[in-house]
């Protein structure tokens, strides 16, 4: 079976700005699909990008963190959506207090650690700052 085209991908998963709760988990579960994939298409790819903008738009729109708090929610977010637990960022942190300092925003996250979570996460280090 060929991979789909982003246009196929699109119109599977009709991707819009969201306005719902309902929305959200419908893009959030789709996103949490595409981000568990080991290896994405190009399509995949694009469709994944688009579905983060969106899933960080309303995240900004209706539970904005403090700054100080974002990489921590955006760690604990990734974690959740996909299946990964803290035990998989040992090899990032050193310690497993380390792990739950960074969970908790007591701890920044480092740039090479940044670099790290961007390897695991497919994401570009900067979402970790």
Known sequence: ???ATYKELLTETA????GSDAEYDRIRQ??????RQPHRTAAEDRLYDLLLVLIQDYDQRHALPP???M????LQYLLEVSGKT???LLPIFGQ??????ALNGKRSI?????????ELFHLKPGYFL
């Open 86 to 88: 803290p035990a998989d």
């Open 96 to 101: 497993r207090s380390h792990v739950n300092e």
């Open 30 to 35: 789709r996103f949490g699909t595409l981000l």
């Open 67 to 69: 700054l100080d708090e």
């Open 1 to 3: 079976m060929p991979a």
């Open 71 to 74: 990489p921590a929610k955006r």
């Open 15 to 18: 991707p819009a700005r969201i």
């Open 110 to 118: 480092s740039v090479i650690q940044a670099r790290k979570l961007g």
